[in-house]
Nanobody, 125 residues
Framework: QVQLVESGGGLVQAGGSLRLACAASGRTFSIWALGWFRQAPGKEREFVGAITRSDGDTVYADSLKGRFTISGDNAKNTVFLQMNSLKPEDTAVYYC??????????????????WGQGTQVTVSS
């Protein structure tokens, strides 16, 4: 079992920044990749980005490249999502997810095995 806990969400003005963290515990050695997804009210879940633990390879949603950055600290079993130049449309619940098998593409949420409870990000205009 793997447990994931997100933190760092909150209310921010448009143009501001937030840094989310996802702390993994349990059988963390079995994690191949950690991903971030988000879901806004009334919308489907959306892939944000992901990072592989072995080599730190990152993948991002095309629409978010340049504003969002994922990094990881394997020693602390934590992955971060740095979000800059935030827009009201970035408002959503942000979820961290862990994938055990080394399968691509990383953007497919159905291939992730464990999910956190999510953290709310609200961007005011």
């Amino acid at each position: 079992q793997v447990q994931l806990v997100e933190s760092g969400g909150g209310l921010v003005q448009a143009g501001g920044s937030l840094r989310l963290a996802c702390a993994a515990s349990g059988r963390t050695f079995s994690i191949w990749a950690l991903g971030w997804f988000r879901q806004a009210p009334g919308k489907e879940r959306e892939f944000v980005g992901a990072i592989t633990r072995s080599d730190g390879d990152t993948v991002y949603a095309d629409s978010l490249k340049g504003r969002f950055t994922i990094s990881g600290d394997n020693a602390k079993n934590t992955v971060f999502l740095q979000m800059n130049s935030l827009k009201p449309e970035d408002t959503a619940v942000y979820y961290c997810a862990a994938r055990l098998k080394g399968l691509r593409p990383l953007s497919q949420g159905r291939f992730y095995d464990y999910w956190g409870q999510g953290t709310q990000v609200t961007v005011s205009s």
